[in-house]
């Protein structure tokens, strides 16, 4: 799943409902695994699958008219319990972006140390963004982490996000944190020599 980032165009795949809990994104009878594997297939299980294992398809991610690695969430994604494994199936689902007006903290952690990007946008422009995939399924956004902006290729508007400069080098260079510790050794290794 360390993949690097710099610049994402993709089609996305709306969900435009608030209030999006980690129960929702990966029930609870999921957690009892400890391997990221196999998560992105339970990725909103009860929302995407009846009870028989069928496909229900009304649901946006069994629509064949959507696609693409951005999730475009409505307000509120991610509250809810703290649970990594919500972060672990939008990761293993191929989702590498996610676009919402406001995140819960730990689960927006979550997704950062799980080289899956949230990307906060104002409510307007989020509005903007399920307008455009509605009229037209095919269109397409673009995620620059470099520049920190995300732009609605359909309109030709672009917002700034916001990102913690150390999750910004981590992602650009494919880096979790113990790989970057492991980077830093020497330097960790001299500091302690010079403050024994």
């Known amino acids: 799943m360390k993949q690097k980032f710099d610049v994402i165009t993709s089609t996305c795949v709306?969900?435009?409902?608030?209030?999006?809990?980690?129960?929702?994104?990966?029930?609870?009878?999921?957690?009892?695994?400890?391997?990221?594997?196999?998560?992105?297939?339970?990725?909103?299980?009860?929302?995407?699958?009846?009870?028989?294992?069928?496909?229900?398809?009304?649901?946006?991610?069994?629509?064949?008219?959507?696609?693409?690695c951005i999730l475009v969430a409505g307000k509120n994604f991610g509250s809810g319990s703290s649970r990594e494994h919500a972060a672990w199936a939008i990761a293993g689902y191929g989702f590498r972006v996610v676009i919402s007006s406001f995140f819960a903290d730990i689960h927006k952690n979550n997704e950062l140390n799980n080289f899956v990007l949230p990307v906060v946008v104002s409510?307007?422009?989020?509005q903007?963004?399920?307008?455009?995939?509605?009229?037209?399924?095919?269109?397409?956004?673009?995620?620059?982490?470099?520049?920190?902006?995300?732009?609605?290729?359909?309109?030709?508007?672009?917002?700034?996000?916001?990102?913690?400069?150390?999750?910004?080098?981590?992602?650009?260079?494919?880096?979790?944190?113990?790989?970057?510790?492991?980077g830093n050794k020497d330097k960790i290794e001299a500091w302690e020599r010079l403050n024994k």
């Open 14 to 68: 709306p969900l435009p409902l608030e209030n999006v809990d980690t129960d929702q994104i990966i029930p609870a009878r999921f957690l009892k695994a400890t391997d990221k594997a196999g998560f992105g297939d339970n990725l909103f299980r009860d929302w995407r699958y009846n009870d028989d294992g069928s496909l229900k398809k009304d649901f946006v991610l069994n629509d064949p008219r959507f696609g693409g």
């Open 123 to 126: 409510e307007e422009f989020l």
């Open 128 to 182: 903007e963004l399920f307008d455009s995939i509605a009229a037209d399924p095919k269109m397409e956004v673009v995620v620059d982490l470099p520049r920190q902006t995300v732009t609605n290729k359909a309109t030709g508007r672009s917002e700034k996000f916001e990102i913690n400069g150390y999750k910004k080098h981590c992602l650009m260079n494919g880096l979790d944190d113990i790989d970057y510790l492991i």
